[in-house]
């Protein structure tokens, strides 16, 4: 789901929108060939400055995801298929850890930590 970006997380906000938008495509709700929200509707969904959505988009594009049609818009140019079984273990793992009351950035920590070390 796009949604504002958190101005004071510590997170540039071009890498929030990447992050967001990044996440919309593995999730499959933008597939590809999806057009993704005009810049200015962008602008407006994410409460940033126009050249902080265009740097955003510049990085998906040149990173693969999406591709611009000039004139028309950007869209979606690859799916990253992600197993459905590692997604539903993965929220599986993130109720168990809200339930134990671990927040975000602790769970953050966790996981970076078991990834280095496995």
């Known amino acids: 789901m ?3 970006v958190d101005k004071h997380s510590g997170i540039p906000a071009y890498l929030q929108i990447v992050n967001m938008i990044k996440s ?3 999730l499959g709700n ?5 057009q993704l929200p005009s ?7 994410f409460d940033v400055n126009i050249n902080t959505v ?7 594009k040149n990173e693969g995801y999406i591709e611009a049609e000039q004139g028309i818009g950007y869209f979606v140019k690859k799916d990253i298929d992600i197993n ?7 929220k599986e ?3 168990k850890l809200k339930n134990s009351r671990i927040d975000y950035y ?3 920590l966790i996981f970076e930590e078991a990834w280095k070390n496995e």
Do not use: H, N, P, W
């Open 84 to 90: 459905k079984e590692v997604i539903d273990i993965i």
């Open 2 to 4: 796009l949604r504002k």
């Open 93 to 95: 793992c993130v109720l």
């Open 30 to 34: 933008l597939q590809k060939g999806s």
């Open 24 to 26: 919309e495509i593995l």
């Open 39 to 45: 810049i200015r509707d962008l602008q407006l969904i």
């Open 106 to 108: 602790t769970a953050m």
């Open 54 to 60: 265009i740097k955003a988009l510049e990085k998906l």
